[in-house]
């Protein structure tokens, strides 16, 4: 019996262009796929940068939202031009595991840029869209309630020493403070105290993230003999600490009584030398260590990391 060769050959190449194309196609999906992976860490690169931007300018008092997308407008992602628009950035409070669009405080910034890709081979489809999210925050600092006044130069090495609003220009250099935004009026010392540490005869309460940007109410009073009693206790670890304390604004004079409503200008860490509960005025003296003008960088000024 004769085999029709003719017959295979046909059926050979039939087959043979069937998974050619199969082939092909698994092929170029792969190369769109790779593609559309490789161009998806450009843009997780972009959204980790503009969260971070956004989330630096806001611990400073600037504007997150024109920082961040500022910042994308100098990125390229798959060889086309970043956009950000303001809608992709949200500004909100982080936690610690969640993020809380518009929660309070603000010391968070999410953003969450979008790209159209034009795919190489595009069997399924011509584009395809990519979008990555960041978020960004600036971790509080260990804070007492206390805010110094706005017309003295904070840098390294000024001595600020706390009493009551009936001393001079040493003593009014700095006042008790609230940074609880719901008090439109100072709360007293009975709040106030709440916010010392434990150790020091306080309740240990966390203050709410201060920002450059955001009023504060403060008052002069005076240290009282309880208050001075709890910072002497065994368990105080206050003197020898250093502390990130806010400046107020110029309208804050220093060594005039300090009293009402500020905003918050800068930050200076300070380092507690000592307290004095037996002398009239009863007293804190601390030095100025790092000014967060001067030097950014410095341990406890706010900077911003990647949460998620």
């Known amino acids: 019996m004769k ?20 082939f092909f196609s ?13 161009v998806g860490r450009e843009a997780q690169v972009v959204a980790d940068a503009t969260a971070l931007a956004g989330a630096t300018a806001l611990a400073r008092g600037g504007d997150a939202t024109v920082a961040a997308t500022s910042f994308a407008s100098e990125d390229t992602v798959g060889g086309q031009a970043t956009s950000l628009g303001s809608s992709d950035v949200q500004v909100g409070n ?3 595991g969640t993020f809380t669009v518009g929660g309070w405080p603000s010391n968070a910034v999410r953003t969450t840029p979008s790209f159209t890709l034009r795919n190489i081979f595009g069997l399924w489809s011509g584009t395809s869209l990519i979008h ?5 925050a600036f971790q509080g600092q260990q804070q007492l309630p206390i805010a110094l006044c706005g017309t003295m130069p904070w840098t390294s090495g000024i001595t600020l020493t706390f009493s009551s609003s009936s001393g001079g220009l040493d003593a009014n250099t700095a006042a008790w403070a609230v940074y609880n935004p719901s008090y439109s009026t100072f709360p007293g010392m009975g709040v106030v ?22 009023s504060v109410r403060i008052s002069n009073g005076a240290i009282s003999s309880s208050v001075c009693n709890g910072f002497t206790q065994p368990t105080c670890t206050m003197v020898g600490s250093t502390y990130l304390f806010p400046i107020l ?13 500020h905003q918050i200008v800068g ?18 003296t601390g030095q100025a260590t790092e000014s967060c003008a001067t030097n950014p960088s410095a341990t406890l000024c706010p900077s911003a990391g990647l949460v998620k």
């Open 193 to 214: 105290k709440s916010y010392l540490p434990a150790g020091c005869g306080g309740s240990g309460w966390t203050l709410p993230q201060a920002v450059v940007g955001q």
């Open 267 to 284: 930050f200076v860490s300070v380092k507690i030398s000592g307290i004095d509960c037996v002398n009239s005025p009863r007293s804190i």
């Open 3 to 22: 085999t029709d060769r003719t017959n295979q050959r046909g059926q050979a190449l039939v087959y043979f262009g069937i998974f050619g194309l199969v």
């Open 249 to 261: 604004d110029s309208a804050a004079v220093c060594g005039a009584p300090l009293n009402g409503s």
């Open 94 to 96: 982080w936690d610690g």
């Open 132 to 136: 990555r999210t960041a978020t960004a």
């Open 26 to 38: 698994l092929a170029a999906l792969a190369v769109d796929v790779g593609w559309q992976v490789f």
